[in-house]
């Protein structure tokens, strides 16, 4: 496939999300970031979907995308293109290639940003109904201190899988399998990681000046409390299920689709819901000058 999409495939703009990127509220980063817009509305994003439609129509996106649930695996040879989320442990396409076990060469579509989503990315939590609250949290502190531990599970058996270079690093062998193990965006404490052999004391350096000069989301730290807006949230939420598939995978024309799915979220509620959203980012924004 020369685009790899399907369904849940979210085409990617300059934009953070107060929600999630399925609902239809967001701050532009191009624009007045103390304001809640319509991601749809928005200049970028719009032409972004248009670029998908017409490679949709071009052949270049499966025609059943909106609803395929086919995955396209990493390490397959299914695909020519695709879109991932990369950050400063990958070292650049290092860890994409590690994993897919062929040269990828990366583009990137928006500016690194230290978002929510990322913050949130790599939680384990303990279950409320966990018959085992302290030992679980245990395990949890072992997982994230002992490196032992956490380089076992990501790279798999020492000496067999992998071992230990005289420089802390990890020098992958025959044994080794990319897919058969937990891939090491899932922890939380990626500091306690072995770097593969083939990554530099520069790679290094430039994974953590990239860390410090990373942006801060005007969102980071802002939840949402949705007491007031339950059920608008769910109307609007229905609606999108309608749209969000269809806009993202080219398959429906934007410029038709997003007046008609505005004039649905009208009416399931979601000026109310955009009012209460800025009411509490404007007291969030306040408090954290």
Known sequence: MPLAAGQGFKVEAQLEYPIENGMPFAVDLKGDTTKI?????TTELRDNLRAMHQLYKKGYIAQDAA?????????GGT??????TQGPYDYGDTLLTQVAGQELVSRPITTPMKTNAQAQMANFVVSSNSKNKEKAVEVLGVLNSNPEVLNTLVYGEEGKNWEKTDNDHAKLLDGYKANNHLSAWNTGNNKILYPTA??????IKTRDDSIKAAKQSPLLGFNLNTDAVKTELSNIANVMNQYIDGLNTGT????????EMNKKLEKAGYEKVRKELQKQYDAFLKENK
């Open 198 to 203: 083939n990554i530099t004391e520069d790679m």
């Open 67 to 75: 609803t395929n649930t086919t995955e396209y695996p990493l390490d």
């Open 79 to 84: 695909w020519f293109v695709r879109q991932e």
């Open 37 to 41: 817009v319509n991601q749809f509305d």
């Open 252 to 259: 429906l024309d934007p410029d038709k689709a997003i007046p």
